[in-house]
């Protein structure tokens, strides 16, 4: 195979077992040094409140603005010391990746593929994943920051259709030849940049998604 295709993947339960912002967001509000000032408790309140709004019903990309509305006055340095002080403890557990699509991804890199990671989270969270897997991109949520500190503004929202929108941004001019891409995602919101590629591949066992690939014949990898 050519070593000029891309791979794409989801991060939250495709690449790793959770989702990235929720249990991010629980170690830095309940476990860090931020946990006791007192602006901590409205944002911990704010937090509990999304998270019993994320129904399946919910608008997602609402919940999204939400969430990152959240991060408003954190100090963008004390919040990238503690992702990688969260890091480095998920590692030392050794739960963090799904074995599956971790070992496939990092096949397709030894052969010279373009490994993208798509996210909703963002980069000060997740870049210390995209560091270990060798990932060459990085398309993903996108905050305001001034004075080096967050504003709670959303710059860039990377989730459902507005997936595919950055990835089309990204590749556009580079002839990319999606047929020989690969996909990987575990949620319907996946589908918008899994059905463009030529070998898209859902990860886990969402009863929606199986049904996609069982009626398109799609390869599916168990999330455990």
Same mark, same amino acid.
């Given at each position: 195979?050519?070593?000029k ?7 939250d339960?495709?690449l790793? @077992? ?18 006791? @000032? ?13 998270n ?8 997602r ?6 969430f ?31 074995p ?5 991804q990092?096949?397709h890199?030894? @052969? ?34 001034k ?8 710059l860039?929202?990377v ?9 089309s941004?990204?590749?556009d001019? @580079? ?10 995602g575990?949620?319907?919101?996946d589908l ?7 070998n ?14 069982k ?10």
């Amino acid at each position: 195979m050519s070593n000029k295709y891309i791979v794409f993947s989801d991060v939250d339960e495709t690449l790793i @077992r959770f989702k990235s912002m929720i249990t991010f967001m629980d170690y830095f509000l309940y476990k860090t040094p931020y946990a006791k @000032r007192p602006e901590a408790e409205e944002k911990r309140k704010e937090f509990q409140a999304i998270n019993e709004a994320n129904t399946p019903t919910a608008d997602r990309a609402a919940l999204n603005r939400r969430f990152y509305a959240m991060f408003a006055g954190i100090p963008q340095k004390e919040l990238q010391e503690a992702a990688k002080t969260w890091m480095n403890e998920v590692m030392a557990r050794g739960d963090l990746f799904v074995p599956s699509a971790y070992s496939e991804q990092q096949e397709h890199k030894k @052969r010279g593929a373009e490994l993208v990671l798509v996210s909703g989270s963002f980069h000060d969270i997740l870049g210390p994943i995209c560091d270990y897997v060798g990932a060459d991109r990085l398309i993903c949520s996108e905050l305001e920051v001034k004075d080096g500190v967050y504003t709670g503004v959303l710059l860039q929202q990377v989730i459902g259709d507005g997936k595919w929108d950055a990835i089309s941004r990204y590749i556009d001019g @580079r002839g990319i030849k999606l047929d020989s891409c690969f996909a990987y995602g575990d949620h319907v919101s996946d589908l918008c940049f899994m059905e463009k590629v030529g070998n898209p591949v859902v990860v886990g066992d969402s009863s929606a998604m199986l049904k996609v690939a069982k009626e398109r014949n799609w390869r599916v990898l168990a999330a455990h």
